[in-house]
């Protein structure tokens, strides 16, 4: 296949010196994550549209924060990829020490975390108040979650919008933090492929021990995506869960 086939209808830039490259893939996988399948008017297919964005943003951010570090670690130039609804950052030299390659794999969860953390800080200066901004980006998860009751959260958001600002510009911050924060906390969980068993596998070496934790979490979490009936987060988990169990079961002579 030509690389102009390959490359019609992907989005090419340069950002900092890197590479980057956007498959159309990611653009559907997250207009389908955004609820593209319910929509019934223009104002949900605008919150769709919104939500793509938002979450090309924090994939685009979590793969930089890889490439920078890269970058610093090894001095050549990386590449950034965004297909489906992840990516990829090629390195033409892997980082020669287990903490350089450490620091390269935890940049990345922490690239889609700063870009949250920047919009909070944002949308708190927007409305004079940067401590709601802050604290409504940390707290967010937890009441996603049910740890924060109802009238705290109630109270960090008319904290933000006493500062007059419209409903449509908050959800457009919110829906880019929430992203930003779930997708760097389940990238840190356990489970290969994800950043967390990367992270488990180069501070132990022991890749059999580290593929079992991954299967033993990926199959809990997969059964309790089915009860809480959330199917494309459940088919995600299971097939993670399968690697882990191809990785496990290569490993036996580990």
């Known amino acids: 296949m030509s690389e102009e086939k390959m490359s019609k209808g992907t989005l090419q830039f340069t ?19 955004g609820g593209g399948l319910q929509v019934s008017s223009g104002g949900d297919l605008l919150q769709v549209a919104v939500f793509a964005v938002m979450g090309v943003l924090s994939l685009l951010a979590h793969e930089m924060g890889h490439a920078l570090m890269g970058r610093k670690l090894t001095g050549s ?30 940049a990345g969860p922490l690239g889609g975390f700063a870009l949250g953390l920047l919009a909070a800080i944002i949308m ?33 958001v008319t904290a933000l919008r006493d500062g007059t600002m419209p409903l449509a510009v908050l959800q457009v911050y919110s829906i880019l933090m929430l992203i930003c924060m779930w997708w760097s906390l389940f990238n840190l969980l356990p489970i290969f492929p994800m ?41 995600l988990l299971g097939y993670f869960t399968y690697i882990n169990w191809q990785i496990f079961r290569d490993s036996r002579g580990e």
């Open 77 to 106: 130039t990386p590449t950034v990829t965004l297909a489906l609804m992840g990516g990829l950052t090629q390195l033409p030299f892997a980082p020669r020490t287990r903490a350089g390659y450490f620091l390269f794999v935890l």
């Open 15 to 33: 950002l900092w010196g890197i590479p980057v490259s956007i498959h159309p893939s990611s653009w559907v996988v997250l207009a389908l994550l």
């Open 195 to 235: 950043d967390g068993a990367q992270l488990l596998y180069t501070l132990t070496d022991k890749l059999r021990l580290c593929s079992l934790i991954g299967l033993i979490c990926g199959a809990g979490l997969t059964l309790l995506s089915v009860y809480h009936g959330m199917w494309f987060t459940m088919m």
């Open 124 to 156: 708190g200066l927007h409305v004079g108040n940067l401590s709601a901004g802050i604290m409504y980006y940390l707290c967010s998860p937890f009441d996603a979650i049910g740890l924060m009751s109802a009238e705290q959260y109630s109270s960090l």
